[in-house]
């Protein structure tokens, strides 16, 4: 069994149906939902703003390839085309990061993935929620997400708001 954290977020239709969808097929593997978040677009294209959450997810993909497929699966059931990066999108899925039953972090560093994500650390969007779920997370190679999210300049902390939305 393996433990991961997936960052999931889309601004394209309706974003919190797509989450809402992701979960469902999740089902049974969900340990911790966050719950869900509006937030800024993060890089260089304009558009809309996001609707994102943070799942920790039990499985026994054996490592962390496994979770990039499964992800992969629930971009394309809600859609997902890949034509402008950091562009818009019905839904992304992200692997943060991914644990074995020790609670020891395992590694990925391939051309399709990078885990623990290079960029997490900086992303007030993916550790917000993630500190939602779990107070003690430690994001590998970065520390405790509390301190990650403190270290945050206030304003983009203030830009990720809890939505009254209803899994």
């Known amino acids: 069994m393996t433990r991961a954290v997936l960052a999931l977020g889309g601004n394209m239709g309706d974003a919190a149906r797509f ?15 966050s719950s869900m978040y509006r937030t800024p677009p993060w890089g260089p294209v304009a558009q ?27 971009e394309n059931a809600a859609g997902r085309e890949r034509t402008v990066r950091w562009g818009p999108r019905t839904l992304d899925v992200d692997v943060i990061a991914v644990f074995d039953d020790a609670g020891v972090p395992m590694l990925s560093a391939t051309a399709e993935l990078t885990v623990p ?6 992303r007030a969007f993916v550790l917000v929620p993630w ?10 190679g970065h520390g405790a997400v509390a301190e990650l999210v403190a ?10 708001r809890k939505l009254d939305l209803q899994w």
């Open 131 to 140: 500190l939602e779920v779990d107070a003690g997370a430690v994001l590998p």
């Open 19 to 33: 989450l809402r969808a992701a979960r469902a097929a999740l089902d049974d593997r969900i340990v911790a939902a």
């Open 117 to 122: 994500h290079p960029r997490a650390f900086e």
């Open 48 to 74: 809309d703003d996001y609707v994102n959450a943070v799942f920790i997810v039990r499985d026994d993909r054996p490592d962390p390839s496994q979770w990039l497929a499964l992800v992969r699966e629930l």
């Open 151 to 160: 270290a945050l300049p206030a304003g983009e902390r203030a830009e990720v």
